[in-house]
């Protein structure tokens, strides 16, 4: 059973492109998460969701910023307009359910050059 | 507001034990993480606890969850060289898995 699989691993932008950051979660989990890591911090909660459902979107930025986990395929993380400080570590996590163990995939590092 | 705490750096001789302290404000009643981070490098799940647990051993791991306090703490016995890296605490807030990390503890082992 794979773990949460992120891609790419790094990604490099320039100001004003477009990022897309992908996560399957491990089988039989429907619930993903996605934190933000900006550099020498601890993670930051972005948002929940369920399939095809956002739960919690309360530390998502309120522009630029949206996910989606459809019901084929993986959650994707899509970022417009990428600023300097879009550049982070972003980290997704799955669990099966949303009171049961969640597993973190390696992390995408965004530069945003 | 919701709050994570972990002291900053650590140091200690390879070999002996080290305690990596973490408190928190409030938790929800699911499960409390540890993670270790190596430079430039993903997450990587040590251990974690159950909130209805006061006592989690894992090999070299010991997990201690003082919910009254609300102080967790991870025991690292015979640290490794390789151990050195940073560790964070995950809590828990408002529901199952929308986690508080805490900034980390830079563990810093030396030879």
């Known amino acids: 059973n794979a773990g949460v699989m992120q891609n790419p691993r790094h990604l490099v932008r320039r100001r004003g492109q477009e990022a897309r950051l992908r996560c399957s979660p491990m089988?039989?989990?429907?619930?993903v998460y996605w934190y933000r890591q900006l550099p020498e911090e601890g993670l930051k909660f972005m948002v929940y969701?369920?399939?095809?459902?956002?739960?919690?979107e309360s530390g998502m930025p309120k522009e630029r910023f949206s996910a989606e986990f459809p019901k084929e395929g993986p959650s994707i993380l899509r970022i417009q307009q990428v600023v300097r400080g879009d550049s982070a570590a972003y980290f997704c996590?799955?669990?099966?359910?949303?009171?049961?163990?969640?597993?973190f995939g390696q992390g995408t590092r965004l530069t945003v050059v | 507001g919701e709050d994570v705490e972990q002291s900053l750096f650590l140091s200690v001789r390879e070999g002996d034990s080290s305690v990596i302290n973490c408190t928190y404000t409030?938790?929800?009643?699911?499960?409390l993480y540890w993670y270790k981070q190596e430079p430039g490098a993903g997450l990587q799940l040590l251990t974690y606890?159950?909130?209805?647990?006061d006592m989690k051993q894992d090999q070299r791991l010991t997990v201690l969850l003082n919910k009254k306090d609300k102080h967790l703490s991870l025991r690292i016995a015979d640290t490794q060289t390789g151990d050195s890296a940073i560790y964070f605490c995950?809590?828990?807030?408002?529901?199952?898995?929308?986690?508080?990390f805490g900034a980390g503890t830079i563990l810093r082992v030396k030879s």
């Open positions: 996590a799955s669990s099966r359910e949303w009171n049961t163990e969640a597993f």
């Open positions: 089988k039989g989990h429907s619930h």
């Open positions: 969701l369920q399939k095809e459902n956002i739960i919690d």
């Open positions: 409030d938790s929800s009643s699911t499960y």
């Open positions: 606890i159950f909130s209805n647990m």
């Open positions: 995950a809590v828990p807030m408002e529901y199952g898995n929308k986690l508080v």
